[in-house]
């Protein structure tokens, strides 16, 4: 079982690439969720999204039992369902994708609040949270943005 949590964790080692593994499944995420907005829709990514965020909860917290850290760097599933959250909200062109790639990163890393206070939350489900809810804020702000008719 440890084994299977380690994989999808870290998906299937892209966490343990030594530089930002963060910003490297995020990118990896991308081409997936394109795929599936093109060909399923949008509430499909987003499903897709909430899957990942359930399977993250429990691989990353065995993970990061397994491992004896609270956060490890190297469990990186919560990149790619914040991810696919954001460009679910997003329109499915470059400029959308590209601008919600960004802005995910960029809630991701600063962790301003309300993502740093989803990151408190215990277990796998802090590791996980954090990085939905930059999704969601990332995903509005593109929406926004789209239906302004700014992208």
Not at 10 to 34: E, K, N, Q, V, Y
Not at 40 to 45: D, E, M, Q
Not at 48 to 73: E, H, K, Q, T
Not at 89 to 105: H, M, N, V
């Amino acid at each position: 079982m440890t084994a299977l949590a380690t994989q999808l964790a870290t998906i299937f080692g892209i966490g343990r690439l030594p530089f930002a593994p963060g910003t490297l499944a995020s990118l990896a995420a991308l081409p997936f969720a394109w795929a599936i907005s093109f060909y399923a829709g949008s509430y499909v990514l987003a499903g897709a999204a909430l899957v990942a965020f359930a399977a993250g909860i429990w691989a990353s917290g065995i993970y990061a039992r397994a491992v004896g850290n609270d956060d490890p760097g190297a469990c990186v599933i919560d990149e790619v369902a914040g991810q696919w959250l954001a460009c679910a909200l997003s329109p499915l062109s470059l400029l959308g994708y590209a601008l919600a790639f960004l802005l995910f990163r960029a809630f991701d890393i600063t962790k301003l609040w309300p993502v740093s206070s989803a990151e408190k939350l215990p277990g796998g489900l802090g590791i996980m949270a954090d990085d939905i809810v930059a999704g969601l804020i990332a995903g509005i702000i593109v929406a926004v943005f789209a239906n302004a008719g700014l992208i």
